[in-house]
């Protein structure tokens, strides 16, 4: 292979838009190595309600990262098609999961049965949660309105909305079956929001590939006014950006109260929308809009998910941990700017010229 080929293959590579969050990955994959090899270790015991199950930090990082994947997937496509972010989901899903625990308890905070069936519970607050999307993607799409701006009034207001919802109550389920959903169903090893966050994976492949929403996507965010030369409209597709983050929020926030079995509005998802965009721009997707890698996003969730853990194995302290992450997404989404792999591409092929060079005398 010669000095020229070796190296236009590694600038490929380089370039290539899931090499950053690819690469972020194995740096902590090796540093975990290199400081304590038990980190990968993965037990069979059994949890506290005497079920077998597969435990260790992998299995944690992945159920934790089941509700940061979910959300990467809607956020996504707000980004891609409006050129700005959502801020409102954390506080989106202190509403989500306020509205499942006020149909399944009524008006009793601690009911000894359902009143409602945990499906039309979730089914419930999924139209909700959509409702909420689209009023966010009504105030950007039609009203012209800069995304963060118009989700700061969902932002501000929402975890209000979710405590009026139960009257200011903190409800607790006891039915055993509601927490399955947010942790182990019996006989089965693997935490349950791993295999809800894969269908969202499936449903959401399946929707790009066998639909027009990724191309229009992409097409509203490079040039809307080209767009609508080649008669898309718009506006109707940021709205539907809007309205599939809505379900996202709905299905992480059915994961986050199903976990407890219960919610505490002032604190749950808190600064979750915040790691949401970090994984979009890990993922190597502009910020401003235009193309987009929905694979890298999702990866981008699990490479943040990953560095959480392994700050906290480390003893890093809850309030320390932010500046602590902030420092390493800044390295990395630096590292991911096009300029500067570019850049590493170029002295990379350089080095393997010399290299080769050296190695023909």
């Known amino acids: 292979m010669t000095a020229k080929t070796l190296g236009s293959k590694i600038n490929v590579l380089v370039r290539n838009q899931i090499f950053i969050p690819v690469a972020a990955l194995l740096v902590l994959v090796i540093f975990n190595l290199i400081a304590d090899p038990s980190f990968f270790q993965i037990s069979y015991a059994e949890n506290s309600d ?19 994947a979910i959300l990467a997937i809607g956020m996504t496509l707000v980004t ?10 954390g506080a989106a899903i202190a509403i989500s999961g306020s509205v499942v625990l006020r149909v399944l308890c009524g008006d009793n905070p601690r009911p000894d049965e359902l009143q409602s069936t945990i499906l039309v519970a979730f089914l419930v607050s ?20 800069q995304p963060m701006i118009a989700t700061l009034i969902l932002y501000t207001a929402g975890r209000s909305i979710a405590a009026w919802i139960n009257n200011n109550r903190l409800p607790i389920i006891s039915d055993p079956t509601f927490g399955y959903f947010g942790t182990f169903i019996p006989g089965i090893p693997i935490p349950t929001p791993i295999f809800i966050a894969l269908f969202c994976m499936i449903v959401i ?9 990724g191309l229009y996507t992409q097409a509203v965010g490079i040039n809307p006014y ?79 998910q990953f560095l959480t853990t392994t700050l906290f194995k480390f003893n890093v302290s809850s309030a320390a941990l932010p500046a602590y992450k902030a420092v390493v997404v800044i390295v990395l ?18 080095l393997v010229a010399d290299k080769l060079g050296k190695e023909a005398c």
């Not at 005497?50 to 940061?68: K, Q, W």
């Not at 609508?228 to 926030?253: E, R, S």
């Not at 991911?336 to 002295?347: M, Q, T, Y």
């Open 333 to 350: 989404v630096v590292l991911s700017a096009p300029s500067v792999r570019e850049k590493i591409g170029k002295l990379k092929k350089k």
């Open 205 to 213: 492949a399946i929707v790009l590939k066998f639909t027009t929403l």
């Open 226 to 304: 080209s767009a609508k030369l080649n008669g898309i409209n718009p506006q109707v597709v940021k709205f539907i950006t809007y309205v599939i983050m809505g379900l996202c929020v709905a299905f992480a926030g059915f994961i986050k109260v199903t976990r407890f079995s219960t919610i505490n509005y002032s604190v749950v998802a808190l600064d979750i929308e915040m790691d949401a965009i970090l994984a979009v721009a890990l993922g190597g997707n502009a910020l401003s809009g235009g193309r987009f890698n929905m694979a890298a996003s999702i990866l981008g969730a699990y490479v943040i």
């Open 126 to 145: 999924c139209l909700v949660s959509m409702a909420f999307g689209a009023f966010n993607g009504v105030l950007v799409s039609y009203f012209n309105i």
């Open 80 to 89: 891609a098609a409006s050129g700005g972010q959502d801020i409102s989901v």
């Open 50 to 68: 005497g079920f077998p199950v597969l435990s260790g930090y992998l299995i944690t990082i992945l159920d934790n990262a089941s509700e940061l």
